[in-house]
């Protein structure tokens, strides 16, 4: 593995030529669709050579998960240094090695929370892409309100005995391991009995359903427990401690969602669609109206790209980002919302056939219907609204 | 003026059970998820013809009911509320419309046969993604007694199973120009017309349709060749009312299917619509679907009293109609929470009709922009 | 007085002859400002011949309250035959020949509520812009909440004895009599113990002081009771009953204030005003951005109007407009508060001088600052929100 | 690079306290209830030049202390949540940074004056209703070695106080030229310049000043004759972001207030502050008062770094801010009711302040249009 240097410039310079030697050309332009994402899992195929070359050669450097340790796969980066590489990668178009709901989400809350052995036994396969995981949060009847959860989780010694059902779990059909919320103990008021648990996908007991959305096929399932054994060792954090674990881990998703915006669009500038859609010979806008619309989009995207970088220095400076975090994810969503909607309006009638895609090859009509999910998925906008108005704003209870 | 007579009430009433029984969001899903080459289905079809809805702007002495616009309104809510898949729109409203313009011969031969439900006449007015009839670039040269058309035009509605289309065609001036423009009755069968079924996300009938040559008798032309401007404009406006109609419809339904989930879906301990951010959200929704309900009633009206002010209540009601509807389905699939994001639950059906029942002979930004026009300004 | 046919073509025909021999030149253009207004009262100076002509003819015939019976003052007209005299009215831009609390509130809560004696007392001196009345129902601790009302009246046998102070009391420094909402009951709870009192405020104990408002002089005032005798003959319905005249009240405030839209603007369109301002000299909005927000803002008038026009059609039909005047009552506040905004902004730095006037002698700023209030007065727009939420759609209290 | 130094911190801080105590909303009531001549506290002015206000934007060289458009920016958002009246944004902004591409003369004779707070120096911009420095149409022609101005000037900041003008004026070409601009420095004493102060609703300082036949040497111009283009974009965009971090400062102090007073106020027997529908409202706004921040400061570092898109950020600064400040100041008279309708409660100079400023150089349409242009599309 590099040494990497502490001096900023120096470090800068070795980041540009490792991504110069490792990164293939073909990684180098944004992600379209499902296709070009690495997911990585025991059931990946790889969409092409140089997808499994940028994942080997950003695994074997702990890049795929820079922030994090080096005894647990990652490369032991500072946040700043960590932000010089999202940097580079940026400069040069860079795909994501792999993505993956154990980098974003389970990593996160096992480093904080677990056991060194179970950073030891779960991380390193995360960081190297060879286990996915997928989450079980949400059911039926609980969906911003986790309170409710009603999945079980029977004490049977050394193992609990889990019945239940959840939703919305992305890619559980694909996925090789859970880790969710369980009710530990059902006369414990409210969120008092719930614990964090991990399990494999293919313990006996566990069936998925696909769900399909308004914009077609999703990576959602339902997933079912039926008498699922899990072994106690695969608890996360303290039985019944699970609310804890689950909070932490909301946050980090809302920043994730919020901060880095991955996965919501393809990183393209909203106005460089339009253009291609609806501008003249210069690349002017024709409709005035569009066009203002666009400019009010932008503004508020780079108001929004600014208070991201804003958040993410105070965090750097000692000040956590915390609840703050609600209303990125708010914004992002919002603004998701508006750029779908604004690239269908200016496709006209193109955007309302299924098969139209445009010139750079991303959809239109699924991207603005699976943009509606944006403001429920990860705490839906009034969860976000509520949050910011107790917690930031201490505004009273009724 | 604005209140209904008896007539109507009992006319949007029996619609409503008809269409509950024969034309819902259930018979939609099957058509859809079958891939139904029709896209509606012919007997209810006949069935609807039968209780007068084909023929409602066609006059008595054509076979027709002569409901009117007001009429032809309180089916197209009715439609909008279950989702109802007819040629009602493409044929009963925009092709008799524009065949009340045609030679009394052409009227003979097809007003009957649209009022029975016989046949299917289509209006072929759109050539790129916008709404913008002074474009129109389809060419129709004159050859002595023919006129031969040539041209491409798309998101015709029913254009895959008409028997003849209405096609806005220009006879001088260039793609811009607002004169020039003809209209010609072309039967679907007449050599060099092609036609190609579009995908379009509501599930609905649109096709791209291709005259590539094709000789019309002069005698087919609607209106007067070169000036048929006022006849567009006219034809146009009680499309849009009619979708107008159906989009308050479509919002009015998605709305209170959400305000029974509010009632019903318990959240935090309480009826989800108990929560004040989400009550004044419905209030305001409510009040936009009552102010968009006024405007179509309007437009309908003074269209059937044949006030002139109907072509500017037309646009206003189709900006205010398509706004209500978008945002009562918008907040629908808010509303009712990731559920609202599945295929099985219907919002998502509405969303996506009331986006292109929305964009039909132009959107909200068009209209807003006809309206400043048409007061001058 | 003339008798009216009943046939409606003859009706219209006579209103229109009236008119045209009755209402002076000068009474056919809109009102520009409080001064162009006839309010009435013992205090009254006319502010033209043509003014108080135009009073003196409308009120011999009863036509400054076309809808009263006869025996109080009015036309005894059906609300018909009300609508064909406004229309008429509207036709020729004639001025409103008396504006008064009396007509718009009072009046109906006394027809509905009062012994024939106080309908004999009170009605005919308003009609005829004898007696000006002010209504005090806002305090300082209760605008929307009413419940929470604090002036007392104390029962003294013949009479009552009033302490508290009002606020909000329109012009209350001008008019002659106030009727107020005042605390009959202290030991009742919320609204029980509220009674409907009339008294002249010219009864020792009376004092008032206008309130300055952010767009200046305004005709509001803080009105104060110190030991008022109030005789109880001037209790309108019953004693601790007052609730249900003012709620009634209320409801007609909103009609009012929504449904004819008096007094909120001058009546002409916003379009010309922008026009005027904005426009090339073709009569084009030059700024295409301007020119779509006042063609959105002329769609949704059209829209109220029609609605407005749809629900007065509907009570003729026997189903009343009710609680259907919140939605009214809140559209025309936001309506009117985007038409000053957009004239604001047409005057560009013009408007915000407080000596810029409009070429029609229309004010800017304090129009527009005015208008504020809009969403304020006679219920505010969450109170509005909250009667659409609760009892025209159902929606359950927490 | 968004974070405040430390030093930053502290000028922030200082400059809170001294506000608080010497330029508050107090004092502009006194200043306006007393129609105050000047419009501003000299003796306040004069102790701000000491803490080094004044000269926030001259160098060292000329006796400023050079703190940066970041620390401008700081000092305005306190001005923003005071309501300080002084001539900062005319002088020490706007004034200032045109100087700095005078000749090394006036600069020597100007600068040190600006930054102690001895001499105002006013930009005399635009013309008519809407700012739209290519319109201009004051003229200056050549006429041997002077250049002489004709014409009028509107909404010039502390316009009747200053004593010179930063003069925008047509060279050549036609009113909507882009080229063909000149900025000239004239002495307010110089025959021919008459000012007439306008009454505004924020109770600020403005003027209108005619120039009637004002001659000035040739050398008195700054930058290019009829190429002034740049410098007069550079020197806007310096007053754009300091209106914007005094727009900040507006929203988030009538936000803060409306807060305290949600938290205060019962109706139905609640704090209203726990009315969800007004705790979402509220919410919004504090995200959208957040956005508008980092804007700012992102907009001034930029600057101070020399960063070519600092224009860009400029008119993202202005157009959010402005729209910030519009609706937080909206939103608390509308919270505060009946109340935040009367002026004895500060929440209405707060909201005729934000459109003031909202307005001053460009209002957030025309910053949205320039942003577009910026961008290129």
Redesign the interface.
Known sequence: MTEFADDPQTFRAQIRAWLERHCPPEMRSPAHGEDDICWGGRRWTFRSDAQRQWLNAAAAEGLTVPGWPRAYGGAGMSSAQVQVFDDEMERIGARSPLESFGIWMLGPALLKFGTDEQKRRYLPPIARGEIRWCQGY?EPDA???L??LRTRAEDRGDRYVVNGQK??TSYADQADWIFCLVRTDATAPKHRGLSFVVFDMHTPGVTTRP????SGKSPFCETFFENVEVPKANLIGAENGGWTVAKYLLTQEREMIAGRARGLHDGR?L??V??E?A?DAK???V??????R???A???A???T??I??YV??AA?GHEIGD?SS?LK??NAELNQRRQTLI??A?????????FVRSDGGEV?PAW?RA??N???GG???V???I???R??????? | MLAYTDDEVMLARSADDFLARFASTKHLRRLRDGRDDTGFDRGVWHEMARLGYAGVLVDEAHGGSAFGHVGAGLLCASFGRHLSTSPFLSSAVLGATALRSALASAQRCWLPRIAEGEAIVALAVDEGRRHAPASTALSAERSGEVHVLRGEKTLVVDGHVADAFVVLARTSGRPGDAAGLSLFLVEADRPGVSVRRQDMIDSRNAARVTFDGVRVATDTAIGPVDGAGPIIDDVLDAGRIALAAELVGIAREAFERTVTYLKRRRQFGHAIGSFQALQHRAAQLHGQIELAQSTVVKAARLRDLGDPRAALFASVAKAKAGDAAERATDEAVQMHGGIGMTDELDVGLYLKRARVAGTLLGDRHLHADRVATLLGF
């Open positions: 949400s969906g911003s309100d309170v409710a939703i919305w769900i399909k959305l308004i500038p106005w460089q339009v253009q859609l501008g690349g002017r806008i409709d005035p109206i569009l066009r203002d666009v400019a009010r932008e503004i508020d780079l108001a929004l600014a208070t970088e804003r220095e105070d400076h703050r209303i708010y914004c269908l309006e496709s006209g009638a193109d955007g309302l056939r299924w098969d009509a219907l509606k999910a403001s429920i998925e839906t906008a009034e976000m609204l509520n910011v108005a107790k930031l704003l201490d505004l009273p209870a009724e």
